[in-house]
């Protein structure tokens, strides 16, 4: 029996080889960094700011993301010395994110929510904010998978080799809050 092409590119050993290369490539840009090149940051920031934006997305309002992955990203260039594994680097950024909305929450102030007819919003813009709503009210270990698989498009193992999430864990969470989020979207059609 041969193996087919779809078969070697989700096998255990090819997504430890991607895991590997992708972090090789993270510690040289680390590095790069770290020695003063400022270009390599760019490239770690287009590597990691859709891991930032979804983090983010599973636990702010929409309209707070865009400006927090940018504090987020100058948060981490200036702290990089403080960084023990440079291999870590995905983790790390994904906690400072995490931290971040945290931090966003306790310092938010009281807001009114605007409904459909006063914001203006069209229908489809309205119904994927209902959808990221019931996301966002998942439990934490689903929500974060759910938005970094469905709204920035990353597959199973960038998930994993971006958060430091094994490759099973993110088979559990994606499949377990896609069984949810399918059983709240049920329910509101039944009402």
Same mark, same amino acid.
């Given at each position: 029996?041969?193996?087919? #092409?779809?078969?070697?590119?989700? %096998? $255990?050993?090819?997504?430890?080889?991607?895991?590997?290369?992708?972090?090789?490539?993270?510690?040289?840009?680390?590095?790069? =960094?770290?020695?003063?090149?400022?270009e390599s940051f760019a490239?770690?920031?287009?590597?990691?700011? &859709?891991?930032?934006?979804?983090?983010?997305?599973?636990?702010?309002?929409?309209? !707070?993301?865009?400006?927090?992955?940018?504090?987020? /990203?100058?948060?981490? /260039?200036?702290?990089?010395?403080?960084?023990?594994?440079?291999?870590? /680097?995905? $983790?790390?950024?994904?906690?400072?994110?995490?931290?971040?909305?945290?931090? /966003?929450?306790?310092?938010?102030? !009281?807001?009114?929510?605007?409904?459909? !007819?006063?914001?203006? %919003?069209?229908?489809?813009? %309205?119904?994927? #904010?209902?959808?990221?709503?019931?996301?966002?009210?998942? $439990? *934490?270990?689903?929500? *974060?998978?759910?938005?970094?698989?469905?709204? !920035?498009?990353?597959?199973? &193992?960038?998930?994993?080799?971006?958060?430091?999430?094994?490759? #099973? %864990? =993110?088979?559990?969470?994606?499949h377990r809050g896609m069984k949810l989020l399918?059983?709240?979207?049920?329910?509101?059609?039944?009402?």
């Amino acid at each position: 029996m041969y193996a087919t #092409a779809d078969m070697l590119l989700t %096998s $255990p050993q090819a997504q430890a080889a991607e895991q590997a290369q992708e972090t090789a490539v993270e510690v040289v840009l680390v590095r790069a =960094v770290l020695d003063g090149d400022r270009e390599s940051f760019a490239r770690l920031y287009a590597l990691y700011a &859709p891991l930032v934006h979804g983090i983010l997305l599973a636990r702010v309002p929409r309209a !707070e993301v865009d400006d927090l992955v940018q504090d987020i /990203f100058l948060h981490a /260039f200036k702290k990089l010395h403080t960084l023990r594994d440079a291999a870590a /680097f995905g $983790p790390w950024i994904g906690m400072i994110a995490r931290n971040r909305a945290v931090d /966003f929450h306790r310092r938010a102030k !009281e807001t009114v929510e605007l409904d459909d !007819e006063v914001r203006g %919003s069209n229908t489809q813009d %309205s119904k994927a #904010a209902e959808i990221l709503e019931l996301i966002r009210n998942l $439990p *934490e270990a689903y929500r *974060e998978t759910l938005v970094l698989r469905l709204v !920035e498009g990353m597959t199973g &193992p960038e998930i994993a080799v971006r958060t430091g999430l094994t490759a #099973a %864990s =993110v088979r559990v969470n994606l499949h377990r809050g896609m069984k949810l989020l399918r059983e709240k979207l049920g329910f509101m059609e039944g009402l």
